[in-house]
């Protein structure tokens, strides 16, 4: 199983990034996916959850109403479109799938990928 973040990159406050989580060995349609992120001297958290039966999403509350999580099945990927980005969204990005009832905890993502570094500038 392989999932690699892309789409990060240097922006201003105020733009938008879409990331992506090409993915292979596994078919997103039968996992939760997740994107977690990781600021310098933080502990990684899960900001955004898309459930494999679909439904709403899970958000953290720092990202309500700015980020959407979204997935293409067909293409195996999920994304995570990121709107108003702030300086405090800098960090490292990370996709994940678990088939775990703990769909919203960390504990419950077996997949990982590489993550992409996203850095939002004042």
Partial sequence: VQLQASGGGLVQA???LR???ASSGLRTRDY???WFRQAPGQEREI?????RS??????????????AISRDNAKNTPYLQMNGLKPEDTAVYYCAASVNVNW??????????????????S
Avoid: E, N
């Avoid at 900001?47 to 459930?51: K, T």
């Fill in 14 to 16: 105020g733009d938008s």
């Fill in 19 to 21: 990331l992506s989580c």
């Fill in 32 to 34: 939760h996916m997740a």
């Fill in 47 to 51: 900001i955004a959850a898309s459930r």
């Fill in 54 to 67: 679909g439904g709403d999403p899970y958000y953290t509350d720092s990202v309500k109403g700015r980020f």
């Fill in 104 to 121: 919203r905890m960390a504990v419950g993502y077996k997949y990982w990928g590489q993550g992409t570094l996203v850095t939002v500038s």
